[in-house]
């Protein structure tokens, strides 16, 4: 069955510490990964993407994700957040084909001044 | 180049009305997804479709509700005869044909149901 969990509902992190948000998938097939954002009563936004290649992959605003096979584990890493950053994140899982993309339940953001 | 457009942004339903939200893709895109966010929760998939198709609707509840996207004009998201527990935020998607790389969201429409 296709999954994808987040096991941190909620983090609070101080300005300008870095930060790491858990996304565990369980797919069939090779999967594409997503990391979306999405601020308060807006829809989601792209942060990143993995399809193939190098499994560090570079994102938007800072953002990084690694993708790790052996664990199933496709993380969102940030070296030092900014006020901004808060908001809810979501990492998603599809197939390689045009298909549905299924999200996890999120795990939202809060900073610490 | 306007994104993806959801109206209405706030929809209010007594029990039993009907609700329609609507989704215009953005310029050049064939796919249509439809989430639905309740409070609390991650974005639930309900349907996917492309141009006067279904391709895959396996997160619809079996009654009350339907989608469509016709030739021409938006995707349509119905819901019959709501209930309380259908008070939930609901997003559209869309995508370029032939791929799912990348999804652009619409706002959303937040139906509420008294």
């Known amino acids: 069955a296709q999954s994808v969990t987040q096991p941190d509902i909620h983090i609070t992190v101080s300005e300008g510490a870095s930060l790491e948000l858990r996304c565990n998938y369980s797919?069939?097939?090779?999967?594409?990964l997503f990391w979306y954002v999405q601020s308060p009563g807006q829809g989601l936004q792209l942060l990143l993407k993995?399809?193939?290649?190098?499994?560090l992959v570079q994102g938007i605003k800072g953002f990084e994700a690694e993708f790790k096979r052996s664990q199933s584990s496709f993380n969102l890493r940030k070296p030092s957040v900014h006020w901004s950053d808060a908001a809810e994140y979501f990492c998603a899982v599809g197939a390689r084909s045009a298909s549905k993309i299924i999200f996890g339940s999120g795990t939202r953001l809060s900073i610490r001044p | 180049n306007a994104g993806v457009m959801q109206n209405p942004r706030h929809l209010v339903r007594r029990r039993g009305q009907e609700a329609r939200l609507r989704c215009s893709p953005m310029k050049g895109h064939s796919h249509v997804y439809w989430y639905r966010q309740l409070p609390e929760e991650g974005l639930k998939f309900m349907v996917y479709?492309?141009?006067?198709?279904?391709?895959?609707e396996s997160g619809m509840p079996k009654e009350r509700f339907s989608a469509e996207f016709p030739k021409e004009g938006p995707s349509i998201l119905r819901i019959q005869q709501v209930v309380r527990g259908d008070s939930a935020a609901y997003f559209c998607a869309s995508s370029p044909p032939s791929t799912n790389e990348k999804l652009f969201f619409g706002s959303g429409t937040q139906l509420s149901v008294l």
């Open positions: 993995y399809f193939s290649g190098d499994t």
């Open positions: 797919y069939g097939a090779t999967p594409y």
């Open positions: 479709l492309q141009k006067e198709n279904i391709i895959d």
